[in-house]
């Protein structure tokens, strides 16, 4: 083996040789995440100590009892994985003045706020992460331990409260609204005692155990960065993570007096995260060269697709370089980087590459020494798959191994993406507003589900579109447009969802059906496909609309003579209904 890789060396003149070569230096391709563990606090390297927090006898010490006002934190100085998951264990003790003198609490802290290791957050019932008198922790999710009850301003449910509060990327907020997860433990958490809480996060849900329990005290279907739902049902937002990573830490306060206080220690701390991906990934260049649709993935390396969608895939040069260099661009169904990549001197795949056999394929080869889909182009190189050709779920780690200079021959590894192709979804559409306006007016309709590359049509006619994303297309309102039209969403697959536009308004009832001669009288329409700019005659003069909307018209009267006259309701876009309105 080692002969073998000294001869590539001696190729790289020859990069046809040389890469023929390349295939047959394996080794395997480790990844990792990031550990630590603090069995005491005998020592405080790596740790930011803010506000009243003190090394105490081997522990963490953030408050004390009889201290007044207190606010103490402390951070891992060290960025953590924490998008593909974490698992975190540690043992705190709450001593409290009385059995029932006791406050604030503390918490657990993971935070991506921009002032990092120098956060602080509010004071008092804020516990160090909320608002109270600061804008709260941005970015954030706090595991708090409350000893406090305050049902009226914060919506406590217990002083021995275990709950979770996020806001996303806004500061975080210690009032039970933002709770994604609460239970009272049955052991008195403020007692005095040794406690342990183990945090563990995988992706898209988030777990809370209690004194080495074998279920977990609380379990929120909460994803970090795709969020989840509150307690009372609303939308939980997720945090912002460019990197994927966060700092993690503890916070706790005390109240205005001595007897709303406490001594919180931490005892100590373990961590263990889950690799974001293996380092593979990153390639051996300081750009990316390798792109499918328009991204490397993120800090994931990873982009999401849908069956039957066009996308482009892409080759740059390698920073540095100019245009004109060969790659081989690799493929592999294996769910990188379980699969144990090859290291070659120049670099480390995330899939073996020895052999070039099944299930590694090349899907491009502009050196021509391997067996590959498609011939290619130097850098820069650009295939463009057509929308339908990919109809069934797929999942593809792609990888080049690319020149990056002629002379002397110089290789390296690309970056690597995970293609990841699910099935797609069906278009629904929600709303079409307004249903009826002037031609030329900017049209909205909103659904779910709309696939990239899909096209909207009125009555088969494709129209162009102004904005157009996963939820929401914008177009003009046609001119002439018939009444009783549909606008339809279409996916690339061919499966659509349809809607009314420019639809006959139908009177259902009416309210105030009769008033005097002299007018000013107020008359509501009831019905469906009305809209705002609704014009309105009674008995053939106009009447004035004081409100419009796709189901009521508010109409002030105009004069009229005694008797039934005949009420036309015309929309902007030309279409009527009719009712009618008795003068006394």
């Given at each position: 083996m080692r002969r073998t890789c000294a001869k590539l060396f001696q190729l790289m003149k020859h990069p046809?040789?040389?890469?023929?070569?390349?295939?047959?230096?394996?080794?395997?391709?480790?990844?990792?995440?990031?550990?630590?563990?603090?069995?005491?606090?005998?020592?405080?390297?790596?740790?930011?100590?803010?506000?009243?927090?003190?090394?105490?006898?081997?522990?963490?010490?953030?408050?004390?009892?009889?201290?007044?006002?207190?606010?103490?934190?402390?951070?891992?100085?060290?960025?953590?994985?924490?998008?593909?998951?974490?698992?975190?264990?540690?043992?705190?003790?709450?001593?409290?003045?009385?059995?029932?003198?006791?406050?604030?609490?503390?918490?657990?802290?993971?935070?991506?706020?921009?002032?990092?290791?120098?956060?602080?957050?509010?004071?008092?019932?804020?516990?160090?992460?909320?608002?109270?008198?600061?804008?709260?922790?941005?970015?954030?999710?706090?595991?708090?331990?409350?000893?406090?009850?305050?049902?009226?301003?914060?919506?406590?449910?217990?002083?021995?409260?275990?709950?979770?509060?996020?806001?996303?990327?806004?500061?975080?907020?210690?009032?039970?609204?933002?709770?994604?997860?609460?239970?009272?433990?049955?052991?008195?958490?403020?007692?005095?005692?040794?406690?342990?809480?183990?945090?563990?996060?995988?992706?898209?849900?988030?777990?809370?155990?209690?004194?080495?329990?074998?279920?977990?005290?609380?379990?929120?279907?909460?994803?970090?960065?795709?969020?989840?739902?509150?307690?009372?049902?609303?939308?939980?937002?997720?945090?912002?993570?460019?990197?994927?990573?966060?700092?993690?830490?503890?916070?706790?306060?005390?109240?205005?007096?001595?007897?709303?206080?406490?001594?919180?220690?931490?005892?100590?701390?373990?961590?263990?995260?889950?690799?974001?991906?293996?380092?593979?990934?990153?390639?051996?260049?300081?750009?990316?060269?390798?792109?499918?649709?328009?991204?490397?993935?993120?800090?994931?390396?990873?982009?999401?697709?849908?069956?039957?969608?066009?996308?482009?895939?892409?080759?740059?040069?390698?920073?540095?370089?100019?245009?004109?260099?060969?790659?081989?661009?690799?493929?592999?169904?294996?769910?990188?980087?379980?699969?144990?990549?090859?290291?070659?001197?120049?670099?480390?795949?995330?899939?073996?590459?020895?052999?070039?056999?099944?299930p590694t394929f090349a899907i491009a080869d502009s050196f021509g020494v391997v067996p590959a889909l498609l011939p290619a182009t130097t850098t820069p190189w650009l295939l463009t798959v057509p929308a339908g050709l990919l109809n069934q779920p797929l999942e593809l780690t792609l990888q080049a191994v690319l020149a990056s200079n002629l002379a002397p021959f110089t290789l390296g590894i690309s970056n690597a993406v995970t293609v990841a192709i699910s099935q797609a979804p069906t278009p629904t559409i929600v709303s079409v507003t307004p249903l009826s306006t002037a031609p030329g007016s900017v049209i909205t309709i909103a659904g779910t589900g709309f696939v990239p590359g899909y096209r909207v049509e009125i009555n088969n006619v494709q129209v162009a579109p102004i904005t157009a994303s996963a939820t929401a297309f914008t177009c003009q309102y046609p001119a002439g447009l018939q009444c009783g039209s549909l606008v339809t969403v279409r996916n690339p697959d061919g499966q659509a969802a349809s809607a009314p536009i420019n639809p006959v308004p139908i009177v259902t009832s009416t309210l105030l059906g009769s008033g005097v001669a002299s007018g000013g009288a107020i008359f509501v329409v009831q019905g469906t496909g009305f809209s705002i700019g609704t014009t309105v005659t009674i008995g053939g003069v106009a009447a004035i609309v004081t409100s419009a909307s796709a189901n009521s018209v508010v109409i002030r009267t105009p004069p009229g003579i005694p008797g039934i006259a005949t009420v036309v309701l015309t929309t902007l876009g030309g279409c009527q209904a009719t009712t009618t309105y008795t003068y006394q």
């Open positions: 046809h040789k040389a890469l023929s070569l390349l295939l047959l230096c394996t080794v395997i391709a480790a990844a990792s995440g990031q550990n630590f563990n603090y069995q005491n606090f005998s020592s405080t390297a790596g740790l930011s100590l803010l506000g009243s927090t003190a090394q105490a006898n081997a522990a963490m010490r953030l408050t004390s009892v009889g201290g007044i006002n207190q606010t103490g934190l402390f951070w891992h100085q060290n960025r953590l994985p924490v998008a593909n998951g974490f698992d975190t264990t540690f043992t705190f003790r709450i001593t409290t003045p009385s059995a029932t003198a006791r406050a604030e609490g503390m918490a657990f802290i993971v935070q991506d706020d921009p002032l990092g290791t120098a956060t602080i957050g509010g004071s008092v019932w804020a516990i160090g992460y909320g608002v109270n008198g600061s804008t709260g922790i941005r970015n954030s999710i706090a595991v708090e331990i409350d000893t406090y009850q305050d049902t009226s301003l914060l919506g406590d449910t217990s002083n021995n409260e275990l709950t979770i509060h996020t806001r996303g990327v806004l500061g975080n907020n210690e009032n039970e609204a933002y709770s994604i997860g609460r239970i009272t433990p049955a052991a008195q958490l403020s007692n005095g005692l040794v406690h342990t809480l183990r945090v563990v996060y995988v992706s898209g849900s988030l777990d809370v155990f209690v004194d080495n329990a074998a279920t977990p005290a609380i379990h929120s279907a909460y994803d970090i960065t795709a969020g989840g739902r509150y307690l009372n049902n609303t939308n939980a937002p997720g945090l912002a993570l460019s990197t994927g990573t966060a700092i993690a830490g503890f916070s706790a306060t005390t109240g205005g007096s001595a007897s709303l206080s406490e001594t919180v220690e931490i005892l100590s701390w373990t961590w263990a995260s889950s690799p974001l991906t293996d380092p593979c990934y990153s390639g051996t260049f300081t750009n990316s060269p390798l792109l499918v649709a328009g991204s490397d993935g993120g800090f994931r390396h990873r982009v999401s697709l849908f069956t039957a969608q066009t996308f482009n895939v892409e080759m740059a040069s390698p920073a540095g370089s100019p245009a004109g260099m060969p790659f081989v661009l690799l493929a592999s169904p294996l769910p990188a980087p379980l699969a144990a990549g090859t290291v070659l001197p120049f670099g480390s795949t995330c899939f073996p590459v020895l052999p070039l056999a099944f």
